[in-house]
């Protein structure tokens, strides 16, 4: 069999209000989730044995990683098949860790697909869904790749409101945050309603301004561990086109909307070369993976 690939887009929360918090710790969410034109890329070559190699330009912060969520999907795969995991993965890795745009729940939501073809299981997603939601919160919506609102813990998905034509640009400051530890350092028993949204919007400035009217509730306690997201945003703001800024998940990567594609390109390349940045438009569903010539990163 020849190289099979896999695209594991960026996950990118455009609001995040936090609406109550379950009896065991996890918090209940409404938020919604966009997949950016950027991110990792997972191969599969036929071999005996189950393997990893992670290579491409964030490899490095995944060296001491134990337990990949690639082989962790594999196995999960694996196990509710009754078969043997097996074959060569490469990761290749465009996005930083642990940086709030979802990169492990991506790529484990790209292992299940991949191994699910290459394989030959050929199960529907709805079948593929429990074990995605055993991986992590956020892999359900990686699985499905299309933009959605996440409700419950990010399990229930439900359609996004139409989405207009936008840019957006990613940026981070290159310091990792950990998602339970942004969890962690809420202000417990404070909770926000749900988000009010029309059904669609036919422009990147409704859109923003509609946004505009809701949060990312896990903004102020990553600023509390991580005081560089405010550099971002203010930097995001002050880009040409800027419609709005706003921090993705638990951080730190924060992005901006821009009224178009090549507008957001342009403005990402303004921003100090030393972070992590981005600029691009919106991808929806399961696409071939990015060019080698896409720029993820700085
Ligand atoms: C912040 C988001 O990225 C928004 O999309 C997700 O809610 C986090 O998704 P994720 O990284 O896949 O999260 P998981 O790996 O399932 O959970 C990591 C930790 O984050 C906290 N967590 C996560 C999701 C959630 N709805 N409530 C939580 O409290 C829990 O402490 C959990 O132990
Ligand atoms: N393939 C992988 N890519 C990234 N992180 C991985 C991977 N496999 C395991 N991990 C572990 O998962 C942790 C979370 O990484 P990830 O990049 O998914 O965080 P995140 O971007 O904050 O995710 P989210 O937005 O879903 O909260 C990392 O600290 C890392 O140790």
Known sequence: MSELAEAAPAKVNLFLHITGRRDDGYHELDSLAVFAGTGDVLRFAAAPELTLAVEGPEAAALSAEPDNLVLRAARLLAEAAGMRPHGALRLEKHLPVASGIGGGSADAAAALRLLNRAWGLHWPEERLR???????????????????????????????PALPMAGMVLANPRRPLSTPAVFRARTAGDFSAPAMLPAGWSGAGSMAR??????????????VLCPEVETVLAALRGLPGCLLARMSG???????LFPDPAAAAAAAAL???AWWRWGGGFTEGVRSPYSAAEPAGA
């Open 271 to 273: 921003l100090p070369e």
């Open 210 to 223: 509609d946004l505009a009217a809701c949060r990312n509730d896990l903004e102020p306690p990553a600023l």
């Open 130 to 160: 429990p074990m995605a939601a055993r991986l992590g919160a956020d892999v359900p919506v990686c699985l499905s790749c299309h933009a959605a609102r996440m409700g419950g813990i990010g399990e229930v998905l439900r359609p996004a």
């Open 250 to 256: 638990s951080g730190a990567t924060c992005f901006g």
